[in-house]
């Protein structure tokens, strides 16, 4: 049995085909031709996944599609997707369905991400765990009782829980978020503010190399993810909460200043309870929970 | 078949028979001997509990028991109760079952009322809803899936959440959680800061009578309110937010501001998905979670 799994992003979309224990047989990355809108996006993904399903011979069982959202998981349907114009209200689920002629899966790509870490990465056998994608933006996950929990269908917005009600604006029109404070943007953005024309990346190298004003700008993020860590702790109780995203490549700079915070405001008993981890799956976490998805709701159907 | 729950609060001990439908018989209060030290509250509890009993003749069937925490429910055992010194590590479940002998179960009296909302009150119906308990602190508790969710014990801790970094010094040692800006204490604060010295309910009244200094402290606890909902709102995407506890009673001055903060701040379709309602139980929540409790843990068990 082969299962499709695709990774939609702003900027990149990976394809892969896994067999039935969610090991990847094959992946390929494309860039997002975005400026073209979806049909021209669906086509790139078509061709490119058709092209690895043709080197196993095998036909696809089913297929698992990760997208930001907010989205509608149970229709399979995209509501928006701030970072791709043109794709409100697309019924991407059906438009698989039809191009591989399986049945196909949508949820969003930090549920997956979440999903995978849950699975096969740094919470594997964690019965609940919260999981935080910490890049552009910020994104949650929420895995109870082994299983994804949506919510009403976007459940784990943890980005956008009001950390500073009076805080700088956000890109989703509010403000005060954690992500307007403490996402990739918000780095690159506070850096500008500092005189620093660098990006998230490149203020925590240059915070690795001793310079002041990006190692302060680096421990007031960790401040900012402790507090929003806080919150769900204080709200979920979990047993772990996993940290992933591009930001966290720089754990070695933000790790200890989130448990810090986390062990000053949360409630002792939740404190305690929650182990404070990073991502093991890196940049695969999202492509290995749309084959999982795949795998997992084509068993449960 | 008979049930019986007990509801331990720092004034104010509730002690009901039930039905099999969770239907209450008879009820008792009691003031809460708490001075006394906890063998002093069990006494009269039991003999209180044995006075009902008595007059049904019929066995317990078993026992369920709400009181403050933390605590673990798994075990029985009350962690710390900061309004009930000296019952630090006590295995309460296991006296109630000695005393009453029958099984016996302990959960955190907020969670109870939650669970009592969810079967009885407001979110009849509902499959994943939050409830918040405003009184003199702020508690929590969730429902999924029509079943408590606990955590690793203690979830629902949502008066901790911090809305404000620097905020105000809360009971629970820390500082700016919900708790401290927004719970029947606080507002008493604010009211005596602003030259009132008055109760929650009678700033309530004072706002209601066109008090322009309590009018101004009761929108500013909708406000804070409304920031705590909405973090829970985006985390958990429940169908319906329930705010009950006694501050509630003020739901005429609290609700529009709460539900208008929630609009303004939480994400768009998340906003769109929960209904804000007041809870439907009163004061009888936690009793009647208490019974339920016991009927629910006896057939699971």
């Keep these: 049995m082969l299962f499709l799994g695709i990774d939609i992003g702003g900027t990149k979309t990976i394809i892969a085909i896994a067999d039935e224990g969610g090991t990847i047989l094959a992946q390929q990355s494309l860039c997002t031709p975005r400026d073209q809108g979806p049909s021209a996006v669906l086509s790139a993904v078509k061709e490119a ?60 790509d930090v549920n997956l991400a979440a999903l995978a ?24 996950g929420i895995v109870i009782g082994g299983k994804l929990y949506r919510g009403c269908g976007n459940a784990g917005e943890f980005g956008h829980q009001v950390i500073i009600p009076d805080g700088p604006p956000c890109l989703c029109g509010r403000h005060g978020c954690l992500e307007s404070l403490a996402s990739g943007t918000s ?30 700008i680096m421990d007031q993020t960790a401040g900012y993810l402790g507090l929003g860590v806080t919150n769900v702790v204080n709200i979920l109780n979990p047993r772990m909460v996993i940290l992933g995203g591009g930001v966290m490549k720089a754990a070695d700079l933000l790790l200890d200043g989130i448990r810090r915070t986390v062990d000053e405001r949360a409630m002792t008993q939740l404190a305690c309870d929650v182990q404070i981890v990073p991502g093991a799956l890196g940049d695969q976490a999202g492509i290995t929970g749309a084959v999982l998805l795949a795998i997992e709701e084509s068993v449960s159907h």
């Design 117 to 140: 870490e849950a699975r096969k990465g740094a919470g594997t056998g964690i019965d609940h765990l919260a999981y935080f994608n910490i890049g552009t933006g910020i994104g949650g």
């Design 187 to 216: 780095i690159a953005r506070r850096a500008k503010e500092s005189g620093l024309d660098l990006t998230a990346g490149e203020v925590a190298q240059a915070a690795r190399e001793g310079n002041p004003i990006a190692r302060r």
């Design 49 to 108: 996944a058709h092209r690895l399903v043709t080197d196993h011979c095998s036909p696809i069982t089913s297929v698992g599609i990760g997208c930001g959202g907010p989205l509608d998981p149970r229709r399979g349907i995209i509501l928006t997707v701030p970072n791709l114009p043109g794709w409100e209200d697309l019924p991407l689920a059906d438009y698989c369905s039809k191009a591989f002629n399986a049945p196909a899966y949508l949820d969003n």
